[in-house]
């Protein structure tokens, strides 16, 4: 069964879920807690938090940390990403790279960019990343692209 991205009840354990991936989330040099929820095509939801390193540009992003370990338990597709920050008094989106990350899995995300107090802004991730660069950019048969 498909999972609808749309779906309240679906919107609102996504978003709990990020919440509470932020509570694991190892930042101990930017204080910076991240996390983040994928709802996948057949309707698991995968986790991930950010990990900060010593060697800054070593560090992973929650939402990369999620893709990451989707794509280990064999997701592929995906619908949603709710996302959250400690930062309260307004919504804060991915960084550059996991945008660029996300689009590997196709530009249809709905995304919940989410406040710590649960409430949150939907938008997608097009919208995040117009004019993306993407797998259908390095087919050299145009008719191949999807």
Same mark, same amino acid.
């Given at each position: 069964?498909?999972?609808?991205?749309?779906?309240?009840?679906?919107?609102?354990?996504?978003?709990?879920?990020?919440?509470?991936?932020?509570?694991?989330?190892?930042?101990?040099?930017?204080?910076?807690?991240?996390?983040?929820?994928?709802?996948?095509?057949?309707?698991?939801?995968?986790?991930?938090?950010?990990?900060?390193?010593?060697?800054?540009?070593?560090?992973?992003?929650?939402?990369?940390?999620?893709?990451?370990?989707?794509?280990?338990?064999?997701?592929?597709?995906?619908?949603?990403?709710?996302? +959250?920050?400690?930062?309260?008094?307004?919504?804060?989106?991915?960084?550059?790279?996991?945008?660029?990350?996300?689009?590997?899995?196709?530009?249809?995300?709905?995304?919940?960019? +989410?406040?710590?107090?649960?409430?949150?802004?939907?938008?997608?991730?097009?919208?995040?990343?117009?004019?993306?660069?993407?797998?259908?950019?390095?087919?050299?048969?145009?008719?191949?692209?999807?």
């Amino acid at each position: 069964m498909a999972a609808k991205a749309n779906d309240q009840s679906r919107v609102k354990e996504l978003v709990a879920k990020c919440l509470e991936a932020r509570k694991m989330a190892y930042a101990p040099y930017s204080q910076f807690p991240v996390g983040a929820a994928i709802l996948t095509a057949d309707g698991a939801i995968i986790t991930g938090c950010n990990v900060e390193n010593a060697s800054y540009g070593l560090t992973v992003c929650a939402e990369r940390t999620a893709v990451q370990r989707a794509v280990v338990e064999g997701h592929r597709a995906f619908t949603a990403l709710a996302v +959250t920050c400690d930062v309260k008094d307004h919504f804060v989106g991915p960084c550059g790279a996991c945008r660029q990350v996300l689009m590997e899995f196709g530009a249809h995300w709905v995304v919940y960019l +989410t406040k710590p107090d649960g409430s949150y802004r939907e938008t997608s991730l097009a919208e995040l990343l117009p004019l993306p660069f993407s797998p259908h950019h390095l087919v050299k048969d145009p008719h191949l692209c999807v």
